[in-house]
């Protein structure tokens, strides 16, 4: 998903900052997009029904792990917190 987004940067990039991308490689970015969005979506799903079928005493020492998240916002959310402030609806919230 990480060489998926990162084409989809390219892509989208060079068609915002050098006007040359035609429609048709925007619509196949987009469709990368769409794509990926729905992988992490499904990888969301499945790891959920993987935590909820573990038995309590199989629990893992998360810290570590998380502390290689760089963004902040993703590396909170993993960890369990909660943001402070809720986003109103209809704004973007990522996590």
Partial sequence: M???????EDRVGAHVTAGT???QDLHVALQGLDHMVQSLDAVAGYLDRLAEGAPPQLRVD???????????DLSNA????????????????LF
């Fill in 2 to 8: 990480e060489t998926q987004g990162r084409a989809l």
């Fill in 21 to 23: 991308q035609t429609i």
């Fill in 62 to 72: 998360i810290d570590h792990a998380v502390a290689a998240i760089r963004l902040r």
């Fill in 78 to 93: 993993l960890a369990g917190h909660t943001p402070a402030e809720r986003v109103r609806s209809g704004d973007v919230d």
